[in-house]
């Protein structure tokens, strides 16, 4: 009987971004760390909530070829300096522009994952000249007509997160790290690597990450009362006049791919894709797909 196959080795973060560089950038005076790779039209790679830039350390040096890749750590995460006050919608905008501003970018396309999609689309809302083509991957705060079951599977998986997230703020273990992780992906024993675990728990010892995700909660999370008037609502999505593609997934946690295509019908020149067997993640989960789409919707 012949040995079995020994099964693919994964690959790291160190060797997925062989060719990139660590930059950093003084954005209005915040220290702003960005992995960086290419010289084509410039492509704005946004991480969501809790995280940083190695979320797309399996993109950025594959899209380089075509573009000017630039992963950046949100304001107040990862490694980039924490904001003075509370990192709301007005700080992460005017830290995105100030960080244009230092990298020499009057104009580029978006991609933001969650947490940054959201931020692209407000960007694109409040300062279309600096915005080019947006690309939404499973993004953020979508507030449309939905169906009862997938306005029940978008409760459950918001009230999970909200209930790791808790317990990584009372308890902020590397085990309660992974298991928010865990969240984020359709089969985490196929891709939550130990290394990725490691990389976000180390991000953590340097930083707040307990307050970040506290003000990050506040934001974002489950909250019929808030009205800070920054959902996308219909009557928002049909303002946004900007070329998009709104990226999801079969099985993101957080709101479904039958709502994303209803919030996509209102935008005026939308393209909609869902990505299969895949989380929250999908440019993680799924690279090879996820870099052809974008190379394929964003002019180069």
Not at 10 to 27: F, I, K, N, P, Q
Not at 122 to 145: F, M, T
Not at 248 to 259: F, G, L, Q, R, V
Request: aromatic share 8%; glycine share 8%; hydrophobic share 40%.
């Amino acid at each position: 009987m012949s040995a079995a196959t020994p099964a693919t080795p994964r690959s790291t973060v160190w060797a997925d971004l062989l060719g990139s560089e660590v930059r950093w950038y003084d954005a209005g005076g915040i220290r702003t760390r960005c992995i960086e790779a290419g010289d084509g039209p410039p492509l704005i790679l946004l991480h969501g909530v809790g995280g940083h830039a190695e979320a797309f350390a399996r993109n950025v040096v594959p899209l380089s070829e075509h573009f000017r890749v630039l992963a950046v750590d949100l304001l107040g995460s990862g490694l980039t300096d924490k904001p003075e006050g509370p990192a709301d919608l007005d700080a992460y905008l005017s830290h995105m522009t100030a960080f244009m501003d230092a990298a020499g970018v009057k104009k580029a396309h978006f991609g933001g994952e969650s947490l940054g999609g959201w931020i692209a689309m407000w960007l694109a809302l409040r300062q279309p000249e600096r915005v080019d083509n947006l690309v939404s991957i499973c993004g953020a705060r979508l507030k449309v007509e939905t169906d009862p079951e997938s306005q029940k599977w978008t409760d459950a998986g918001r009230d999970e997160l909200r209930r790791l997230t808790d317990q990584f703020v009372k308890d902020p273990t590397r085990e309660n790290t992974r298991r928010r992780m865990e969240w984020l992906f359709h089969k985490p024993d196929r891709d939550l690597s130990e290394e990725l675990v490691d990389i976000r728990w180390r991000m953590y010892q340097r930083t707040d990450a307990v307050a970040s995700m506290k003000e990050s909660g506040k934001m974002l999370g489950k909250n019929p009362e808030r009205k800070d008037g920054l959902d996308f609502t219909p009557d928002v999505l049909k303002q946004v006049t900007h070329r998009t593609l709104m990226l999801w997934s079969s099985h993101n946690p957080s709101n479904t791919a039958a709502t994303a295509e209803r919030a996509a019908a209102y935008l005026p020149e939308c393209e909609f894709q869902v990505m299969d067997d895949c989380g929250h993640w999908p440019q993680w989960e799924d690279p090879e797909t996820f870099n052809r789409i974008l190379a394929d919707f964003l002019p180069h």
